[in-house]
């Protein structure tokens, strides 16, 4: 899985690599099922992992519905693959726990991080300098074969949050390491400009780590304290630096602010795809089918607009109120005992979800961070009692 992650790094349409990267970890899915099966392995899943197959095929005959009735054929073809990517999930999650899931990410993420750096290293420079002054459009990063910076945004942010949280697992060089490859991961996004995944990314690491303060009450006040403090301080004494960070994120930019660029043009379409609801080609209820016709020429970068335009009501529903289900029962095993895999799951699902509002990839399978999304929608499983014990995310099991 850790190659698969590494190729499907590589996700794009502007390079037969990036075009290839899209399969990789579905190749690698399929193997390893017929791998389980072949072997003769149980594959009984949990209730909890039952429930998630269930909302996934429900999820699917949605957006079949919809890409039926529009005869659409690449819809169609989009979502035989999505259910058959979800059933493949669920029959491996009785060889291979999500923990081991979480570790193969995090490794992947390193190896990205650092073959991104060898192979684009000065344009990476370049346009990190760059992003000091404001990035136009043209001049965002998109790594060595010109991932849109979206794309890219979303990768490096998923792994920096995964890998926070996997470097608590391990010790001595590989931990700095791993720390350090964070850190370039969140580089990367601003080199992208890739705002939300930036702003999602850091938010979500940033509210898991108080939840796991959240019993010391001293300790998280001397947190949240220290962070006000420090803004303070920069603020009175370095004032020069929200101007610094206004011209790194872009915000007062003509073409990408906050103020009259209606949020980088995404309002306005966002408009049109809302106009659209109820007509017969994007019904209300079970939406026009993953990836339609008309999603296709108009790209939406907010998840739950386009999962409402795919798959209607019915499956807005069913995937955010599971992925909030398994967010809630994250959190309260962090309560409990705070193991890496939860505060990894608990990191990752908020930053979905906080990104979702710029970026489309909530419920996709073509790149590496949002099949990590699926992959913990369906093999999460809670901590059951408190004797299961903080263990480093690539030794625990289910």
């Known amino acids: 899985m850790v190659l698969a992650f590494v190729i499907g790094g590589f996700s794009g349409e502007k390079s037969p690599l990036g075009?290839?990267?899209?399969?990789?970890?579905?190749?690698?899915?399929?193997?390893?099922?017929?791998?389980?099966?072949?072997?003769?392995?149980?594959?009984?899943?949990d209730a909890a992992n039952r429930q998630a197959v269930v909302v996934g095929v429900a999820i699917c005959a949605s957006s079949m519905i919809g890409a039926f009735i529009a005869s659409d054929e690449a819809s169609a073809i989009y979502t035989v693959?999505?259910?058959?990517?979800?059933?493949?999930?669920?029959?491996?999650?009785?060889?291979?726990?999500?923990?081991?899931?979480?570790?193969?990410?995090?490794?992947?993420?390193?190896?990205?991080?650092?073959s991104f750096?060898?192979?684009?290293?000065?344009?990476?420079?370049?346009?990190?300098?760059?992003?000091a002054v404001g990035l136009a459009p043209e001049s965002r990063y998109g790594g060595p074969?010109?991932?849109?910076?979206?794309?890219?945004?979303?990768?490096?942010?998923?792994?920096?949050?995964?890998?926070?949280?996997?470097?608590?697992?391990?010790?001595?060089?590989?931990?700095?390491?791993?720390?350090?490859?964070?850190?370039?991961?969140?580089?990367?996004?601003?080199?992208?400009?890739?705002?939300?995944?930036l702003v999602a990314s850091t938010a979500a690491v940033g509210v898991t780590y108080l939840l796991t303060a959240i019993e010391d009450r001293r300790r998280r006040t001397h947190v949240v304290i220290a962070i006000f403090a420090i803004a303070g301080a920069v603020l009175i004494f370095v004032p020069e630096t929200l101007d610094a960070l206004s011209?790194?994120?872009?915000?007062?930019?003509?073409?990408?602010?906050?103020?009259?660029?209606?949020?980088?043009?995404?309002?306005?379409?966002?408009?049109?795809?809302?106009?659209?609801?109820?007509?017969?080609?994007?019904?209300?209820?079970?939406?026009?089918g993953f990836r339609n016709r008309w999603l296709n020429e108009n790209i939406v970068d907010n998840?739950?607009?386009v999962i409402l335009m795919e798959t209607g009501a019915v499956g807005l529903v069913l995937w955010i109120g599971r992925i909030l289900q398994i967010l809630k029962r994250s959190i309260s095993s962090i309560f409990r005992a705070a193991r890496p895999v939860d505060l990894a799951v608990t990191s990752h699902l908020l930053f979905s979800l906080a990104e979702g509002v710029v970026n489309r990839q909530l419920l996709a399978i073509g790149n590496p961070a949002s099949l990590l999304t699926i992959m913990i929608v369906i093999l999460y499983v809670p901590i059951r009692a408190r004797s299961d014990e903080a263990r480093p995310i690539d030794s625990q099991s289910r």
């Not at 899915?29 to 099966?37: D, E, G, S, Y």
């Not at 945004?153 to 391990?170: L, P, Q």
């Open 19 to 45: 075009e290839a990267g899209q399969w990789a970890p579905l190749l690698v899915l399929a193997a390893i099922a017929m791998w389980t099966v072949t072997r003769g392995a149980s594959y009984r899943l």
């Open 303 to 305: 998840s739950y607009i």
């Open 117 to 131: 750096l060898a192979l684009s290293y000065d344009d990476f420079l370049v346009r990190l300098q760059l992003s």
């Open 81 to 114: 693959l999505m259910l058959l990517v979800w059933l493949v999930i669920a029959l491996m999650g009785g060889r291979i726990s999500l923990d081991r899931m979480l570790a193969s990410f995090a490794l992947a993420a390193i190896i990205l991080v650092w």
């Open 145 to 197: 074969f010109e991932i849109h910076p979206n794309l890219l945004g979303h990768i490096m942010g998923a792994s920096a949050g995964v890998m926070f949280w996997y470097a608590t697992s391990v010790y001595g060089l590989r931990r700095w390491f791993t720390i350090v490859s964070c850190g370039v991961a969140l580089a990367m996004c601003l080199a992208a400009s890739s705002r939300g995944g």
């Open 247 to 288: 011209n790194m994120l872009d915000l007062t930019s003509k073409d990408r602010g906050l103020a009259d660029s209606g949020l980088s043009g995404r309002t306005e379409l966002w408009d049109a795809a809302i106009a659209r609801f109820g007509s017969i080609s994007a019904p209300i209820v079970w939406g026009g």
